[in-house]
């Protein structure tokens, strides 16, 4: 528990696509709309946003970071190969609501345009995806765990947006605008990408990296991946924990079929005498493992 965490080399990405309604997410299913921009901000000092050239768009004279880079695509595929090609090299890549937008739009996109699948380093589940070479956190489950955001952040944020997080955990908030993504012009465009993956880095990057170390924390306690500890809730992290001790101690666990094949009923009777709570019987442990979990959560932010 207490071996020193390493760096992790990681960056993160977010990417905007052009959409002919302001008002209307592009469902990154049908992945209908071309990419137009990918920012990335890495643990490295690293900040670069990828833009698609588009016809009758400025230049514009918007303020970009002095040591921030500007590359321009001819193409659509070929921003998409050089987006790839990032998610290729780092180990971590960071996002934020990625497994519902940026990784499966950009993986359905790929396939509408008729890129080879082996290109695309994407392995899109039904409600995850995940890196074929790397690991993918996603922020926004992290920070939408209520355990995290009560024990960890002290309920410093209320609405799990990358503004409202961004602003109470950091003090950095998006770019605010009034167009919408297709009439920003080329250095409005990439301002405003580049400060939402600057946003999602520091969420991870301040106070030494404390948001990594605790996902490595709680990794270490429930033994679980880093991508599955970053999108799970503590029923699932106790559970994994407990799982890990039964194997330890070369102990079969149960399937929840065989305990009803051996007892012949669910028991639902009340198990606090003088309380009026129904349940299974082990919801008094899991209740008490959540008090340790909470306790070792907010040492652990506390230690590091």
Not at 2 to 27: G, H
Not at 52 to 78: C, H, I, V, W
Not at 104 to 122: C, D, F, Q, T
Not at 188 to 196: P, V
Request: charged share 25%.
């Amino acid at each position: 528990m207490e071996y020193p965490a390493p760096k992790f080399r990681r960056a993160a990405i977010d990417i905007e696509v052009y959409a002919p309604l302001s008002t209307r997410v592009p469902d990154p299913r049908e992945a209908v709309y071309p990419v137009v921009c990918c920012s990335l901000y890495d643990s490295e000092g690293e900040k670069k946003v990828l833009v698609l050239k588009r016809l009758g768009m400025r230049e514009g004279n918007a303020t970009l970071p002095p040591d921030a880079k500007l590359e321009y695509f001819d193409s659509e595929e070929q921003l998409l190969s050089a987006i790839f090609d990032i998610l290729w090299e780092y180990p971590f890549i960071l996002t934020f609501n990625g497994d519902d937008f940026d990784l499966r739009y950009m993986s359905h996109r790929a396939a509408n345009l008729g890129m080879p699948k082996h290109e695309v380093p994407i392995e899109i589940g039904r409600r995850v995806c995940l890196l074929k070479t790397g690991v993918h956190i996603d922020l926004y489950k992290f920070f939408f765990n209520r355990s995290i955001q009560i024990y960890a952040f002290n309920n410093r944020y209320r609405d799990v947006t990358l503004n409202d997080v961004g602003k109470a955990v950091i003090g950095l908030e998006k770019i605010k605008t009034e167009k919408s993504i297709g009439d920003l012009n080329y250095t409005e465009l990439a301002a405003y990408c580049l400060r939402d993956s600057e946003i999602a880095y520091k969420l991870t990057s301040f106070e030494d990296d404390l948001a990594m170390k605790l996902i490595l924390v709680l990794t270490r306690i429930s033994s679980m991946p880093m991508e599955d500890v970053s999108r799970q809730g503590v029923s699932r992290w106790i559970r994994n924990f407990m799982h890990r001790e039964h194997r330890h101690k070369n102990m079969l666990i149960p399937n929840a079929e065989d305990i009803l094949s051996k007892k012949g009923k669910t028991v639902t009777t009340a198990i606090i005498k003088g309380k009026n709570i129904k349940g299974q019987s082990w919801w008094i442990p899991c209740q008490e493992s959540t008090s340790t979990l909470q306790s070792w959560t907010s040492r652990a932010c506390t230690h590091q």
